[in-house]
């Protein structure tokens, strides 16, 4: 066992979730009228429903215990100080020094970060504000109608969801473009339908040399150099995000246009740097603003709330109930609102990069389960499809179901019928139906007896699935920081009770060094294949359909 296991907290809940066998929330909502005023919270303009969660006032205590035990608080102090704990790479994490609007300095190795920060943020505003005037103009006057992004992971995922998810707020003078994919289609798909004078590449790299980033740069400004722009032109049409200045220099980027990163900024949480840049041209500073003032409210939030009324600790902890107790494997998230459907995806990689890890930080193999899968759709698609096996299945899988009080341009018909549809489903994983309800329903409708048995019993839903609704006035740029701001928190809580690391990726790392060495293969037709004999062999189908490559 290991020293997480060996806890007297976790021995604890061990032995409160058997003693769930029978329960039912269904009956602990009608014995307790209360239950969904006291399992509520609510923070920077989020109101979080738990009420429908298998837990107790007994449970809420041993997992708070438990939080203490593994010292949530003080790790969580020690990354808001710019200690180093992401310990594999020897790092400070300070994603939320990009967005601390509280005027005191953060210190890392015995710097002030926040002038450059600061600084970062003026020359992020002063870039945007020319672009949306027109004052920075394409080489032959036209001014800048279209901004391509170009990035990969957290550089692509956080300003393109982003931007999506507040759709509502996009500014008009700009038609903003994401590319990611290594993919030749998807950016050929993009550059057709341009007019090279008028478009802005934006390139996000820290270290200039992302394969699939750089690639896809080189075609753009390939495109570029065969529109009719010239190399002396490519300042004015191609600006970056990297530490690596000399590479972007060379590459043709003026140097006014490159903006700093930082190795204390982990790619996924990348999106308040300066990599965060195509959010603004896309809604235009004000509202870039905001979501980072939404997230700094969340980060106060964390860091100021006592853990009981806490809303990441929280979520957290709920989570870790399910993944360790329960054997959860997976944690599906539910928005009931279009412009939110991607971020099932953002919080994927959040979460999944973050704590998809199997040795402690004592470098300790673990002997439990870390960081679930995470999906979802928005509703109410999913409800046509894998909501069967959320009811009816035989494996637990938490939800959270999300959705806005209010919309633009609100039809209050279809709000509605979304709204009941959301709080339907809630409703349906937590009560069920049972077997006499089925059997019941069926009476009148001229079954024989066998096939109402039946019938009835195929129409059995167990019931008793937990799950989290998350409430917010509308989504706008502030509510929509504050949410993901959560979202990363509750990533933290866990790996810090888990005893990972949530901020390095060697995973991740591993497949870009063997995809490097293979790609160097594929490209000499005549070079000796020493891998593996499967993808020996892949190689060579590869070579025979591709003898140009």
């Known amino acids: 066992m290991t020293s997480l296991t060996q806890l007297p907290a976790w021995q604890q809940l061990q032995s409160l979730s058997r003693n769930l066998a029978g329960e039912h929330m269904r009956d602990w909502f009608n014995q307790d009228p209360g239950r969904a005023d006291r399992y509520s919270l609510e923070a920077c303009g989020i109101r979080l429903d738990y009420s429908k969660n298998l837990i107790n006032d007994q449970i809420l205590a041993g997992l708070f215990d438990l939080a203490n035990e ?9 990354m808001f100080a710019g200690e180093i704990v992401n310990h594999t790479e020897g790092r400070a994490v300070l994603h939320t020094a990009l967005r601390n609007f509280s005027g005191k300095p953060v210190m890392v190795n015995g710097e002030d970060v926040m002038p450059e920060v600061l600084a970062t943020q003026d020359k992020i505003r002063n870039f945007v504000e020319r672009i949306h005037s027109g004052q920075h103009k394409g080489y032959t006057g036209k001014p800048i109608k279209q901004v391509v992004s170009i990035g990969i992971g957290g550089s692509f995922l956080g300003p393109k969801i982003m931007f999506e998810a507040l759709k509502p707020y996009w500014h008009q003078a700009i038609t903003l473009h994401f590319v990611a994919n ?43 150099l065969k529109s009719g722009g010239g190399r002396q032109d490519i300042a004015r049409h191609f600006i970056c995000v990297s530490s690596n200045i000399q590479a972007a220099t060379e590459f043709g980027i003026d140097e006014e246009n ?46 100021e709330a006592p853990m009981q009324q806490n809303l990441p600790v929280l979520m957290a902890l709920l989570g870790i109930w399910y993944v360790n107790f329960f054997g959860a494997q997976s944690h599906v998230l539910l928005p009931y609102y279009h412009y939110l459907r991607g971020f099932p995806a953002y919080v994927q990689q959040l979460d999944m990069e973050s704590n998809g890890k199997s040795v402690a930080g004592n470098a300790e193999q673990v002997d439990y389960s870390t960081g679930p899968v995470i999906w979802g759709s928005e509703g109410t698609n999913g409800q046509h499809s894998f909501h069967q096996l959320i009811h009816q299945g035989q494996v637990l899988i938490p939800a959270d179901f999300m959705l806005p009080l209010n919309v633009h341009n609100q039809n209050e018909a279809h709000h509605a019928m979304l709204a009941s549809n959301c709080f339907g489903q809630s409703q349906a994983l937590m009560q069920g139906k049972s077997y006499d309800e089925a059997y019941a329903e069926l009476a009148g409708k001229g079954l024989s007896e066998d096939k109402r048995v039946s019938l009835a019993t195929h129409k059995t839903m167990p019931g008793n699935k937990p799950s989290n609704t998350l409430l917010f006035g509308q989504l706008d740029a502030r509510t929509l920081g504050a949410l993901v701001a959560l979202y990363e928190h509750k990533v933290f809580v866990q790996g810090a009770i888990w005893g990972v690391n949530s901020f390095d990726q060697w995973g991740v790392e591993l497949g870009k060094v063997l995809g490097n060495n293979i790609l160097a293969k594929l490209q000499k037709a005549d070079a000796d294949l020493d891998f593996d004999a499967s993808t020996n062999a892949l190689i060579s189908h590869f070579r025979q359909a591709n003898p140009g490559a």
């Not at 593994?70 to 020690?78: E, P, S, Y």
């Not at 040399?209 to 570029?224: G, K, S, V």
């Open 70 to 78: 593994r010292q949530v608080g003080n790790k969580r102090d020690a």
């Open 258 to 303: 490159i903006f700093p990163m930082w190795d204390w900024v982990g790619g996924r949480y990348s999106l308040w740097s300066a990599i965060g840049l195509p959010i603004a041209l896309g809604l235009g500073y004000k509202h870039y603003r905001e979501l980072l003032e939404g997230a700094y409210a969340m980060d106060r939030h964390f860091a």
């Open 182 to 224: 290594v993919d030749g289609c998807h950016i050929q798909d993009v550059l057709s339908g341009l007019d090279h004078e008028e478009t802005l590449l934006v390139m996000s790299s820290k270290s200039f040399t992302t394969q699939e980033t750089l690639q896809n740069t080189l075609t753009a400004r390939d495109w570029f």
